[in-house]
């Protein structure tokens, strides 16, 4: 990538930071640690730390958002299409923290006690986002659908969550998942 494109990268992830601060987002966990992973899917450290079971779900963005953009605008440069990337996932991470998303999410997924993400954690998530999307653009299609499998199982096996049943459960409540996931 040529370095304007960096830059305007960095500006996006910044400009995210600012305004998530403004929204009162904490930079970090208000319990004053920045651990690398969070394990429980229902911990008060979740979303507030580096990594957690949700960052599966924003790398699967990067490989969904390379294929989409791909599909859409395959004749931009790459870094062109990851910029759009960025600014879609930026623009998410954002919208994630309004008390509306924090609150359905509340009232309709398996993220009962979620609280919205601290600065940091919606920082990498976005980084994970653009790893995903610079794998995918490396990858074979069949081994890019293969990783993103993997990356839906294994958090379905361990938290009875991914993005898949997190996007069917806030758009479309349905009390049979809401009763199998509370069983984990």
């Known amino acids: 990538m ?10 996006i ?3 995210a930071a600012a305004i ?3 929204m009162g987002r904490t930079p970090i966990c208000t319990c004053g640690n920045v651990d690398l992973w969070v394990g429980a899917r229902d911990s008060f450290k979740t979303s507030q730390m580096l990594f ?3 960052s599966f779900s924003h790398l699967v963005h990067g490989f969904l958002f390379y294929a989409a ?3 859409i605008a395959r004749r931009w440069p790459v870094e062109s ?4 990337a960025l600014v879609i996932e930026a623009t998410w991470e954002v919208f994630e923290n309004t008390p509306f998303v924090i609150n359905r999410y509340r009232a309709t997924t398996a993220a009962a006690g979620y609280s919205g993400d601290s600065v940091i954690n919606s920082l990498f998530d976005i980084l994970l986002m653009s790893l995903g999307f610079l794998i995918a653009r490396r990858l074979p299609v069949w081994a890019s659908i293969a990783i ?19 996007v069917w459960m806030f758009l479309a409540p349905d009390q049979a998942v809401e009763a199998w996931q509370a069983r984990g």
């Open 2 to 11: 040529r370095r304007r494109a960096w830059i305007l990268a960095f500006l």
């Open 13 to 15: 992830m910044v400009a």
């Open 20 to 22: 998530e601060i403004a």
């Open 52 to 54: 957690d079971w949700y």
């Open 69 to 71: 953009l791909w599909l």
């Open 81 to 84: 299409r990851l910029i759009v």
């Open 148 to 166: 993103v499998i993997v990356l839906e199982l294994v958090p379905l096996y361990f938290i009875r969550d991914n993005l898949t049943l997190n």
